[in-house]
């Protein structure tokens, strides 16, 4: 049994050819590391200051890409943009050999989520424009200070190995993560740290608790008229639109406690007095799993077709966004977590404390203050009799689900937010561009780039994660794209909304050469709260 275990070490060893290191060495490099990232905290800074200032919607991170791009290649980094068909999506690959890990994290924000970061209440930087209301501006920058960390360690120790780093593009459509997969982007990828913001320093492991999702845009067709001179030619594509929404509504009562469903309504109709002949509406469908997200789907193309009846109009729809419930690797995220314990949380000041408990009274929410206990690793959690029948309860849903069915995978959450705000919101992006997002984004640099290093020197690491891959995580569910074979990336959301806003957004972008921060430049005192 050991010789066997032995065995399967060395061949593993043998084919990925990484290399290994002493305790003692790893306990050297990675306090290298500490040092080598606290000194880079200026650097991160700016890019946290920066990305939050371009403030970009899903599909439309072309001003985000082109900082993020220009700063890897200048260290080196070979870029291939456009990947899986995707204007603002990229790959950033550097050295050479296994293993090859791939570093992830979103990029897009939240409509209408401008907000001055620093005031502990709601002040628009620009009215109705777009806003980093969930921090999404900070974790590219925290994947890149990680990365540059590591690389130079490789450099001086002559590593073998391959770092990538890629940017979640139009997450808060769940638009793009299937589209790599499908375009095989992971496929020579031995493992995928993913990061994404929260108040929490903590890693979790096996299912995540996310729902699975896909949204759909129904897209009816009826017959304009005179609304008032000849309203029985007319065909209301509008009301084909509230019927499937009424039947929706009422089926809603008796569906499992799992799904979370919701629609907004993305066009109804010109003016009232005609009879609108296009209309549409976009419904995401979120449930436990591949097999209920499918139940949900079929149910909403009946709605659609029984709408279609009862108005005499037709429809069409298309796939806007699919995502899978997360699965991630208990081996990682144990490595990870580790990391997370040696590192801790920043060391709050009076003022960050301050600035937090002010946000947490405005929003009428408990106050807690700033985290700052390292929590136990979440493991999966054992299911309930009777589970089977009502289903996990669930809620939001991230597309690195479709990736964690592909390659092993983990997400660090790091600590630059306040936990305070309802999410996908104003008030989650105050914290974004002040000294709690520069420091939690330090802190996650530290503990990613020291599992990335556990994975490039630790070859049992990367054999262990593929080992619960394959015989845990895989072993009773196949991974299935809830891609139809014609469905293409939805590259034309947000365009109008950034079309419209940009041109204002440009004048307040941060200027890194002129101003420390973007406090700063704002003329913002921080923390700014009520009196
Ligand atoms: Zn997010």
């Known amino acids: 049994m050991i010789k066997s ?9 043998l084919v990925c050819g990484q290399t290994k290191i002493s305790p003692e060495r790893e306990a050297a490099i990675k306090a290298d ?4 990232i606290d000194r880079m905290a200026k650097q991160s800074q700016v890019m946290v200051d920066s990305v939050f200032s371009f403030a970009e919607l899903g599909f439309q991170e072309f001003e985000t890409s082109k900082y993020l791009t220009a700063i890897l290649e200048k260290e080196g980094f070979k870029i291939e943009r456009g990947i899986a068909g995707i204007p603002t999506a990229w790959m950033a690959t550097w050295g050479s050999g296994k293993p090859v890990i791939a570093l992830g994290s979103d990029i897009d924000c939240i409509p209408q989520a401008s907000q001055k970061p620093g005031v502990a209440y709601r002040v628009p930087m620009l009215d109705g424009a777009p ?10 920058p925290m994947n890149i200070v990680a990365a540059l960390a590591v690389k130079e360690i490789m450099e001086r120790e002559k590593l073998p190995g391959t770092i990538k780093l890629w940017p979640g593009v139009g997450e808060e459509q769940l638009g793009t993560k299937a589209y790599y997969v499908r375009a095989g982007v992971f496929k020579d990828v031995d493992a995928v740290l993913f990061a994404h913001v929260s108040s929490d320093f903590n890693v979790s492991a096996g299912p995540g608790g996310q729902n699975g999702m896909v949204s759909v845009e129904y897209q009816f067709k009826g017959e304009s008229a005179h609304a008032a001179g000849a309203p029985w030619r007319g065909r209301s594509a509008l009301d084909a639109v509230e019927l499937m929404n009424v039947g929706w509504n009422f089926r809603r009562e008796h569906l499992r406690l799992a799904q ?4 907004v309504i993305t066009n109804g109709g010109d003016q009232p007095n005609v009879v609108p002949q296009n209309a549409s509406v976009w419904y995401f469908f979120r449930e436990a799993d591949y097999e209920h997200v499918m139940d949900l789907w079929k149910i909403g193309d009946q709605m659609a077709q029984g709408a279609a009846l009862m108005t005499n109009t037709t429809f069409t729809s298309r796939v806007l966004g699919t995502a899978w419930a997360g699965h991630f690797s208990q081996p990682i995220a144990e490595a990870m977590h580790a990391n997370i314990k040696k590192v801790g949380y920043p060391a709050w000041s009076e003022t960050d404390k301050n600035f937090a408990v002010a946000l947490q009274k405005e929003l009428k929410v408990p106050v807690t203050g700033l985290n700052d206990q390292i929590t136990e690793l979440r493991l999966p959690a054992a299911r309930l009799p009777g589970d089977r029948e009502i289903g996990p309860t669930g809620g939001g849903s991230d597309d690195i689900g479709d990736i964690s069915w592909n390659v092993p995978t983990v997400t660090l959450r790091y600590p630059a937010n306040i936990q305070a705000g309802p999410g996908h919101s104003w008030a989650n992006a105050i914290a974004m561009a002040t000294p709690i997002a520069h420091q939690g984004v330090v802190a996650g640099a530290k503990a990613q780039a020291m599992t990335l290093l556990d994975l490039i020197t630790k070859p049992e690491l990367v054999t262990a994660a593929w080992d619960y891959f394959k015989n845990v995580q895989t072993k009773d569910t196949k991974y299935q794209t809830f891609l139809r074979p014609d469905d293409q990336p939805a590259l034309w959301l947000n365009k109008k909304i950034m079309d419209e806003y940009r041109p204002r957004m440009k ?25």
């Open 33 to 36: 590391l500490v040092g080598r």
């Open 260 to 263: 979370r469903s919701h629609y």
């Open 131 to 140: 806003g980093h209301g969930e921090g999404h501006n900070s974790g590219m």
């Open 5 to 13: 275990l032995l065995l399967l070490l060395l061949s593993a060893c």
């Open 507 to 531: 004048e307040t972008y941060y200027n890194p050469d002129k101003f420390g921060t973007y406090l700063e430049q704002l003329g913002i005192s921080y923390p700014t709260v009520r009196k």
